[in-house]
C-alpha cells in the first residue's frame, strides 16, 4: 500500500509552501515548516519507492507528526493561528499516515493477503 507515502509527499509539499499562502508572519514558523516540508516530502519520496518491509520510514513520519503537534508550542508561535493550525492538522494527517503505513505493513510481514504495492 503506497498511497499514505504519496500522500505524505503532497503533503510535504503544502508544509513547504505554506507560509507563502497563509502567510504567517513569523520567522520560526515559517522555518518550521519549511524544513519539515523538505523532510516529509523526501521520506514520503523514499518511503514511495521503498519495499514495504520498510517500516521504519513509517515510524518516521509518525516523529514528524507528533513533532509538527506540538512545535508551535515548543518554538513558541502558537498565537499565529494559521500555523498552528496549520501545523497541528497536517502533524495529525502525518500520524494517522504512519499508523496505516506500519500496519500495512504488519500485514506483509504477517503473511496477509496485501502485497504492500499499489
Known amino acids: 500500500m503506497k498511497w499514505p507515502s504519496w500522500t505524505s509527499v503532497v503533503l510535504?509539499?503544502?508544509?513547504?509552501i505554506s507560509p507563502w499562502v497563509l502567510q504567517y508572519g513569523d520567522r520560526m514558523a515559517d522555518l518550521n515548516s519549511?524544513?519539515?516540508g523538505i523532510l516529509v516530502f523526501i521520506l514520503g519520496i523514499w518511503s514511495a519507492t521503498a519495499s514495504a518491509e520498510l517500516a521504519g520510514l513509517a515510524w518516521a513520519n509518525g516523529v514528524f507528526g507528533v513533532w509538527l503537534i506540538v512545535s508551535p508550542w515548543v518554538l513558541r508561535f502558537s498565537a499565529v493561528t494559521r500555523a498552528m493550525g496549520n501545523d497541528v492538522i497536517i502533524g495529525i494527517a502525518l500520524l494517522i499516515l504512519a499508523a496505516i503505513r506500519i500496519s500495512s505493513t504488519r500485514m506483509v510481514a504477517?503473511?496477509?493477503?496485501?502485497?504492500?504495492?499499489?
Open 34 to 36: 519549511f524544513v519539515l
Open 110 to 118: 504477517a503473511g496477509g493477503t496485501r502485497t504492500g504495492r499499489a
Open 12 to 16: 510535504g509539499i503544502w508544509l513547504f
